[in-house]
């Protein structure tokens, strides 16, 4: 079906409505004027009759036919009658008017009914009585002709020109009217078109005189609107998930790359911590092969510490757990300490290493631990990305009121790409198979957190590839304050004295090996592993200090540390919490439980030493004559 504008729906229903409407008052019109014309015929043709009857009534009855010719002789002057004839009693034909006698009818009784007037084509036909005192003498035919049709057509052509300037001025004013109607909605068709076209939610339909398309007209322009909303809100979410959608991709390969790069890195310390056990477990080895493997284990366990707290601190800055211990902090000591753990992978590495530190003590207000972190592990990035021959240098210098650390290499500097991503978790600038052994790739971005926390900075400069890198430091400074001084170190050496010791931990080979270094150092141990069994243990043995763990079945160590608080018979025990859990929320868990000390696991040799110097020392403080 062929399409039409709505334009010429609306042109072709008013000129349809308006023609049959003009059509039915026309025709309306003709009938009525036919009805008319002819009943005034009728009216005209009766009268004349009657007139004719009346004085020609006393001709029939006496039989006059002079007289009634007289009488019909008169209808000469009308030459619209064609023919009239007298008929007396007996139906003869008395007298007639016509030209053609033959037009009338032979004889016509008085038995025979009067009719008409009826037409007959052009002519219309009637017989009236002749009466006189209600007596019917005769009867009187007429014949005449009518112009009726003619008239009709006259009348018809009148009305058809009426119709036709009626339907013309119809059809003007209609297309004029229905164009300022249409203009708009066409309008608002073609603003459509072009939105559709652009995808431009912008363009807006114009206004227009009329009340009731105004409205229609702005409700297109409040859909435009709602749909301009709507679609940059969809623009704006499809953008949010698509860099959503790349940063989970991101992620995804970054823990793909994160868990082979641990595999690797965990794998790494293992394989000589296995050669260095079997070699252990040879009968002929030589004390000398000994103790290289003694030294293996201790240096690849002390990697594998650090790759572990590395990943437990990055969980805690993942969940805003990471936390300080603030104290004075000598930067120079701290950098100094650093430097000199680092000498043994620069003499390894071959590299010349450089510390540069001014004169005056630079202080600042800090988690030396925490510092200590992020300057050994700047350090060992420095040495292990700078190739045999190659030069580390760092330096220490006041900055108004800031202090800088500068650790500068001469090694494989880093893409200028690169640099703005080396901080993101799990990102390296070295990532090909030839690197060896070069971290998880969480220790860039577990240093600049820690900064952060310590209201510094931590950048970078490098200017390109093999052109070295410098990161610098900034904290803010410390005046006016000294170190704290600790006291365990100030104070004189004591004598060691065996002690009487309670290890309690749910794992045996640690509770073993503990026991063995401590009976070793001459003290008195004795291990049990649950905490139900620890407090019996110190209820009926004397003990000196309870090494505890916390995650212990029957009892934890907060209930075992509260219990023997709460009994006069082991309230003066020594406790130390040695476990995993090493959030401030755990050590201030164990404080409150009733823990002197808070160690975390796994607990050097030299941990559990000072431990114990502390012990010996608050007992001769305490109990000075007392020989265990």
Known sequence: MKSTSLRQQLTRAAMLTTFLAVVLSAGALLAYELATYRNAGVTD???????????????????DTKVAWESLYLLRKQPRIRAAGIYDAQGALLAFHTSTPDQLPARIGLDDPVWGPRFSGSTLEMTHAIEHDDKRLGTLYLKAEHDVWHRFTDFALIVLAVCAVSLAAAYYLFV???RRITAPLEKMTEVAGHVIDSHNWALRAPATDYKDLDVLVNAFNRMLSECETRTSELEREMVTRQGVEHELRQADRHKDEFLATLAHELRNPLSPMTSAVALLQMPGASAQARDKALVVLERQLRHMVRLINDLLDTSRMATGKLSLDRETVDLGDLLGTAFEGAQALATQQDLRLALHLPQETLCVHGDAIRLAQVF??????????TPRGGRVDVTLLAEGESVAVTIAD???GVEPDMQGRIFELFEQADKTLQRGSAGLGVGLTLSRQIIQLHHGTLSLRSEGRNRGSCFTVRLPRLRGE???TDAAAMRAPVAARPLRILIADDNVDLTDSIAEILSTSGHRVAVVHDGDAAVRHAREQLTDIALLDIGMPRLDGYQVARQLRADPRTQDIYLVAITGWGQAADREAAH???FDQHLLKPASPEDLVRVLDDVQASFQISRPGDLL
């Open 482 to 484: 000294e170190p704290r």
């Open 410 to 412: 001469t090694g494989i």
């Open 376 to 385: 050994t592990n700047l350090l060992s990035n420095a040495c292990r990305y």
């Open 45 to 63: 043709m009766r009268a004349q009759a009657d007139l004719i009857a009346r004085s020609t009534a006393a001709a029939v009855e006496f039989d």
């Open 176 to 178: 004029h009217l229905q």
């Open 592 to 594: 409150d439980a009733g």
